[in-house]
């Protein structure tokens, strides 16, 4: 464990935060990583490791992990700029700037895009492919029929609201989301360009990802596969001082004319209605809330193919952390990092979702299939009163459900990742109607004229 003795020697010791992080990514089988702590105006950055296994290629600072959904929140700070220069309303419709969105765009505002309030599904509803356009993308995929719940309804994490977003970046700027990104945000924050699935050659080196087989601990790099019309929602890669540096931005905004305080604040306060079970305590516009005692932390988790990176900031308290990792299993590592470093003195600590109440037979009536965009999960009621739950005919796990209909499902392709998920009920006839795991809901498939009046109540 790190040494708690003062905070500036046990948390800003660069030798002892580079024994514990190579100490945990050896437990974890992480093949490289970076950590990065700020506090009172100093940074510390540690780089550990292989940016690919077998490679004898260091991890250095200036290294790129491919940050997978943590490109959000860079987007919606993007967002959040052309807002604070009156160039973007929070509480327009889209179809005010994309009218190809037709009714759609009169029902889902910006605010609600950036908030996964927007009803969307998490991706695209057909398993037709991806094109390279952003434009085509939208046009294709942003239609009724992509709705899971009534847009201002409830949360729902959609990769496919985030591409609409960066769409928007593109109409209000006249530039693709890429330019956009690397102009007005990218470069200002002195953060060198790397984009995943561009085609657009990187200018700094960046690591590859890597599947870890949790029996055997081996290793295995695996390609990015993101298609590049995906790129708003998670074709960034940075380094864990890149991730501070959008940290900073949030915290500590008056230093800089980029995003003005207020605009700041706006995005770390919980979006009323936005519940993003499992994930964190809250979600303002971009950005995730969690509190741990009496610290409030705003931040964003993501995956890549076999990258796991993670970045948090106490706007109150002046710290920011920021990890990035290489491997599948770098959760553990995280997980494991932040109770370590509130041990030594830092007021953070894994995220924990509400206790769970005393265990029941799951109601059979549960049973079936439940439908976001082009993943299907089925659920069938075993005789023990527990669950099965499978995704596409790939088993997930069993898991005992709670009283309040809530329950944990261990990942195995991650090995110490836990997806928090409930079962909901229809507000208004008490059936259960959908499913939420790891923050992404899933109706209950139903015929279209079902779901066409569903939307009519909705």
């Not at 991730?243 to 900073?248: C, I, M, R």
């Not at 076999?306 to 900031?313: D, E, H, P, Q």
């Amino acid at each position: 464990m790190v040494e708690t003795r003062t905070e500036a020697r046990s948390l800003q010791d660069a030798d002892q935060i580079s024994e514990l992080l190579v100490r945990l990514a050896g437990k974890h089988r992480v093949p490289g990583a970076q950590l990065a702590i700020h506090h009172r105006g100093e940074t510390v950055a540690v780089e550990i490791g292989e940016q690919a296994t077998g490679t004898g290629r260091a991890v250095t600072a200036a290294t790129a992990f491919p940050i997978g959904s943590v490109t959000k929140a860079f987007t919606a700070t993007l967002a959040m700029i052309l807002v604070a220069d009156d160039d973007l309303d929070l509480n327009a419709p889209v179809g005010e700037y994309l009218p190809e969105l037709d009714d759609l765009g009169a029902e889902c505002t910006v605010r609600r895009i950036l908030s996964h309030t927007s009803g969307l599904t998490a991706d695209p509803p057909v398993a037709n492919e991806v094109g390279n356009s952003l434009h085509r993308y939208v046009t294709d995929y942003c239609r009724p029929q992509s709705l899971l719940q009534a847009p201002g309804l409830g949360f729902s994490y959609s990769n496919l609201g985030y591409v609409t977003a960066g769409r928007l970046v593109e109409v209000i700027t006249g530039m693709t989301w890429w330019e956009a990104m690397e102009s007005i945000l990218l470069r200002p924050l002195g953060i060198e360009p790397a984009f995943v699935g561009a085609q657009i050659p990187a200018r700094r080196r960046v690591a590859s990802g890597h599947s870890v087989n949790p029996v055997t601990g081996r290793a295995r790099p695996v390609q990015q596969s993101l298609a590049r019309a995906e790129a708003p929602a998670g074709g960034l890669a940075v380094s864990a001082s890149d991730l501070v540096s959008l940290g900073l931005l949030h915290a500590d905004p008056d230093g800089t004319s980029l995003l003005p305080a207020r605009w700041a604040e706006l995005m770390r306060q919980p979006v009323a209605g936005a519940e993003p079970f499992g994930l964190a305590d809250g979600w303002g516009l971009g950005l995730a809330t969690f509190r741990a005692g009496d610290t409030g932390w705003v931040g964003h988790d993501g995956n890549g193919n076999g990258t796991a990176c993670y970045f948090r900031v106490a706007p109150d308290s002046g710290w920011a952390i920021a990890l990035t990792s290489n491997a599948n299993t770098g959760y553990g590592l995280w997980q494991e990092l932040l109770a370590e470093l509130g041990r030594a003195g830092l007021p953070i600590g894994p995220h924990r979702a509400r206790a769970a109440t005393a265990p029941m037979r799951a109601p059979l009536a549960c049973a079936g299939s439940y439908v976001n965009g082009d993943v299907e999960y089925k659920v069938l009621v075993l005789s023990d009163g527990r669950l099965e739950l499978s995704s596409d005919g790939e088993l997930l796990g069993q898991v005992t459900c709670a009283e309040d209909l809530t329950f944990q499902l261990h990942d195995p392709a991650a090995p110490g990742q836990v997806f928090h998920g409930r079962l909901l009920r229809d507000r208004f006839t008490g059936m259960i109607d959908g499913i939420q795991l790891g923050g992404r809901l899933a109706r209950r498939a139903m015929s279209d004229r079902q779901l066409a009046g569903r939307r009519l109540t909705a």
